[in-house]
């Protein structure tokens, strides 16, 4: 199955690493970087992805099936604005739950609605493992099968569950 996905701002790979870690249904030569430091696109192609370097805001998403992103979150709008504009398929963001709570983003909030995936524990982002003391979570937009059936709904918050259920007993 060739099923591409692009990691906006992809930094050094570690969500498109995660992604093909997981042995999803697609593979590194699908994952797409786009990266606009030149260091850091380095590292997504020592990864062997297919990397941009360039900005985001000016790649052409056309013909891909999800678009994964931890955007900077004083550009995050941007981000999505984008990704939604450049595609029905899924978009994701992981991103800072605060990012919710903001006069300047309400009207964004209003108009696109997303399905936020609360993180239970909150991820670290250096490689000693430590976390920051910001709450995380995943938002997810444009979430319809080719039936135009809703995977998830707009406007809903689940938290994620990542560890493993304990079978009853």
Not at 18 to 33: I, K
Not at 60 to 87: L, Y
Not at 98 to 120: C, N, T
Not at 139 to 166: C, H, M, Q, Y
Request: glycine share 6%; charged share 25%; hydrophobic share 45%.
């Amino acid at each position: 199955m060739n099923f591409r996905v692009v990691d906006a701002g992809a930094g050094d790979g570690a969500i498109s690493l995660a992604l093909t870690a997981q042995g999803a249904s697609y593979c590194r030569e699908n994952m797409v970087c786009v990266e606009t430091n030149l260091d850091l696109a380095a590292q997504c192609r020592a990864y062997r992805f297919r990397t941009h370097e360039m900005d985001f805001l000016a790649f052409d998403a056309g013909g891909i099936d999800a678009i994964v992103m931890n955007p900077p979150f004083d550009n995050a709008i941007a981000f999505v604005q984008h990704a939604i504009e450049c595609t029905p398929r899924p978009v994701f963001a992981l991103l800072r739950l605060p990012w919710l709570a903001s006069r300047s983003r309400a009207d964004f909030h209003r108009a696109h609605p997303a399905h936020i995936l609360v993180l239970p524990r909150r991820p670290s982002f250096t490689a000693d493992g430590k976390t920051d003391a910001t709450d995380y979570a995943w938002f997810a937009w444009n979430t319809s099968d080719d039936r135009g059936e809703r995977l998830i709904e707009p406007g809903r918050w689940d938290v994620l569950d990542v560890e493993p259920k304990e079978p009853r007993r």
